[in-house]
Antibody, heavy 119, light 107 residues
Framework: QVQLVQSGAEVKKPGASVKVSCKAS????????MHWVRQAPGQGLEWMGT????????SYAQRFQDRVSMTRDTSTSTVYMELSSLRSEDTAVYYC????????????WGQGTLVTVSS | DIQMTQSPSSLSASVGDRVTITCRAS??????LNWYQQKPGKAPKLLIY???SLQSGVPPRFSGSGSGTDFTLIISSLQPEDFATYYC?????????FGQGTKVEIK
């Protein structure tokens, strides 16, 4: 069965960076794009960007363009999202989610990773 | 960016009620509209894709309609497990954007 398993919660200080991982299993890793979506406490969902695990091409939301980096390791079927220059407003749950090739949806989601930014 | 506006932001309903949630896009998105359900502490779950297609395993009491800029999610007979927050999302153009959510609460 398809599973996306994310790394554990993180606490970071303002100005630091965080790297969240998302390990995929149960399907062919390189056939599905992976997206990152975040949710601040009590707030809605915000799309951050996407990576094509096959070639590594990426597309980021403009507001994160200069602070986010999405990478993948095909040998371990893992994607990573690194966010730098953290500020308190980046406190959120970060989700990875899979996009099938045939339709533009997010059909499987990771369990979420809480990143807390606090001095 | 394409703005997605849902209404209402919240509603109270009883088990068995018919519930309607609307979503409006700031420009035409054809049928590139998806609906997700989210329960507290959980990841969102896909309900409806391409405006009106029911995701596998989702009960048929959920339905979606619309195209262009105006979309609707209907729950025909609300069940206890349906109390949650619902989000619309456009996948017409990046950045993909979500509505602000509609919280469905127990009356």
């Amino acid at each position: 069965q398809v599973q996306l398993v994310q790394s554990g919660a993180e606490v970071k200080k303002p100005g630091a960076s965080v790297k969240v991982s998302c390990k995929a299993s149960g399907y062919t890793f390189t056939r599905y794009y992976m997206h990152w979506v975040r949710q601040a406490p009590g707030q809605g969902l915000e799309w951050m960007g996407t990576i094509n695990p096959k070639g590594g091409s990426i597309s980021y939301a403009q507001r994160f363009q200069d602070r986010v980096s999405m990478t993948r390791d095909t040998s371990t079927s893992t994607v990573y999202m690194e966010l730098s220059s953290l500020r308190s407003e980046d406190t959120a749950v970060y989700y990875c989610a899979r996009e099938p090739t045939t339709v533009t949806i997010l059909d499987y989601w990771g369990q979420g990773t809480l990143v807390t930014v606090s001095s | 960016d394409i703005q997605m506006t849902q209404s209402p932001s919240s509603l109270s309903a009883s088990v068995g009620d018919r519930v309607t949630i609307t979503c409006r896009a700031s420009q035409s998105i054809s049928s590139y509209l998806n609906w997700y359900q989210q329960k507290p502490g959980k990841a969102p779950k896909l309900l409806i894709y391409a405006a009106s297609s029911l995701q596998s395993g989702v009960p048929p009491r959920f339905s979606g309609s619309g195209s262009g800029t105006d979309f609707t999610l209907i729950i025909s007979s609300l069940q206890p497990e349906d109390f949650a927050t619902y989000y619309c999302q456009q996948s017409y153009r990046t950045p993909w954007t979500f509505g602000q959510g509609t919280k469905v609460e127990i009356k």
